[in-house]
Every structure is written in structure tokens, then in C-alpha cells.
């Protein structure tokens, strides 16, 4: 049997460093059974990326993103249930994470602009109204 020289350093930060590669691209969704995969999988369409605000954290590939999964994964590991995790990152990143506001941002979100779409509507009759009586159709 043959065995491996370490003679040259260069060699031991080689291996250092495939080894520490391998160990940094496992993250904690491999330690998590199919159940717990589909339900982080379930949490992270649930929350938006912190670092844009664009995306949910299940689809962008941020670092910052990473980090929500990474937290949502070891909540899940630690045994937390759903509102427990979700009321975790509220407190740390504020109502802005939730892709579905919830209470009075969630009323406000949705009637606010059909409320405006009516009072917009309701200006332009009144408008058209008023130019009516204005202009009647055999003045001019």
C-alpha cells in the first residue's frame, strides 16, 4: 500500500481547499427529510428577498436569500413550527419579507386601489356630468 506524501504545502492547501469546497456547497436542505424539504420548499415561496425586494426567496439566488433559507432550514431542523418561523423573520427583517401582507396591511393593500379606481370613476361621470350641463346638445 501506498502512502500519500505531504512534502510539498502546496499540496495540503490543495486538499484544504477541495475539502472546504465540498464542506461549503452542502448546505442544510441535504439534512432535511422529504417532508421537511416540502415544507421549507412551501416556507420559502412564503418570504421576499431582503436584498431587493423583488423576488421570493425561493427563486432568487442571492446571498442574502441564502441566508432566509439557510435560517428557515435550521428553524425546521430545530423543530419550530410554520407561524414560529415566519413571526422570526418578521422580527428580524420587519412586514416587508412577507409576499402576503397580513391584517390591515393585507385590507389596505387590496381595497386601496379598487377604492381609488372607484373614485377615479366617480370623478369622470361628475365630470361629464357637469360638461353636460355646460354644453347641453342642441347649443352647439
Known sequence: MQT???KKP???????????????????QTLLNPVQ?????????????????RQSVAIHQSEAS???????????????????IKAALVK??????LMEPEG?????????????FALGLLAVVNWIRSH????PRGAL
Not at 104 to 116: E, G, K, Q, V
Request: hydrophobic share 45%; aromatic share 12%.
Open 37 to 53: 424539504q416540502r415544507r421549507a420548499g412551501h416556507l420559502y415561496t412564503e418570504f421576499i428577498a431582503p436584498c431587493c425586494w
Open 92 to 97: 428580524e427583517y420587519g412586514h416587508g419579507i
Open 66 to 84: 441564502m441566508k432566509v433559507r439557510s435560517e428557515i432550514d435550521s428553524k425546521i431542523l430545530s423543530g419550530d413550527s410554520d407561524s414560529q
Open 132 to 135: 353636460r350641463q355646460i354644453h
Open 104 to 116: 390591515i396591511r393585507a385590507f389596505l393593500a387590496y381595497s386601496l386601489p379598487i377604492l381609488a
Open 4 to 6: 500519500i506524501r505531504w
Open 10 to 28: 502546496r499540496t495540503v492547501f490543495f486538499v484544504a481547499g477541495l475539502w472546504l469546497c465540498l464542506v461549503s456547497s452542502l448546505n442544510s
